[in-house]
């Protein structure tokens, strides 16, 4: 009997923006006892990912503790570029640092996704495992959220023109190829933007 391994899916957490409509650095804001931008990475990594690369400013770098296993830094150095600009960052860093086989995956996510949890990203990689080629997204109640999970296959798009205005823009342009993973709780949609927010997470 052929044996088929299961690919790897490997994870990015973006958190290098400014978070001006929170008035502070919302990725150093406590969540289930650490800081939001790595409760977000253990979630993923306790979920099934692999691997997961966090893409920080400057100011949060210098201010994270010890990253738990499995999780490695990227500094982005301009807090002003998009999000597109941190996970092309976080990308990199994957594939320089292990190459992206035929088929992996990668699970993208926000650090102001606080309330996902293990549960949610196991749906998702599931999916992933039976669905190969297809982009897969969290959702709840119809809406779309994260993670957001792209084969291997579609790294160079991401790091080309068609993304610059957005990774959404990848999913638009192939709606066939989208699969919606739908998930009981309200986490993968609930991000954290406001100190009323941050308020009802608690």
């Known amino acids: 009997m052929v044996m088929v391994s ?3 899916i490997l994870g990015i957490v973006t958190a290098a923006g400014r978070a001006r409509r929170m008035g502070a650095a919302k990725a150093l804001l406590a969540v289930r006892g650490r800081p939001m931008v790595v409760a977000v990475a253990a979630a993923l990594i306790e979920g099934g990912v692999s691997e997961v690369v966090i893409v920080v400013n400057p100011q949060i770098a210098a201010a994270l503790p010890s990253l738990p296993p499995g999780v490695r830094l990227v500094v982005n150095d301009d ?3 998009p999000m597109i600009a941190s996970v092309r960052l976080g990308l990199t860093e994957h594939e320089r640092a292990r190459g992206l086989g035929e088929g992996d995956g990668i699970a993208i996510c926000p650090c102001d996704a606080a309330g996902l949890t293990a549960a949610d990203v196991q749906r998702c990689i599931a999916a992933f495992h039976q669905h190969r080629d297809r982009i897969i997204i969290a959702s709840h109640a ?3 959220g994260h993670p957001l999970i792209l ?9 080309s023109r068609e993304c610059d205005g957005g990774l959404n823009l ?7 190829h989208v699969i919606l993973v739908d998930c009981p709780g309200t986490g993968p949609i609930a991000n954290v933007n406001t100190p009323a927010d941050y308020e009802r997470l608690q």
Not at 151 to 159: E, G, K
């Open 170 to 176: 990848l999913a638009r342009h192939r709606p066939q």
């Open 79 to 81: 807090p002003d570029t």
């Open 142 to 144: 119809g809406r779309r």
């Open 6 to 8: 299961q690919p790897s």
């Open 151 to 159: 084969p291997a296959a579609l790294a160079a798009v991401v790091h």
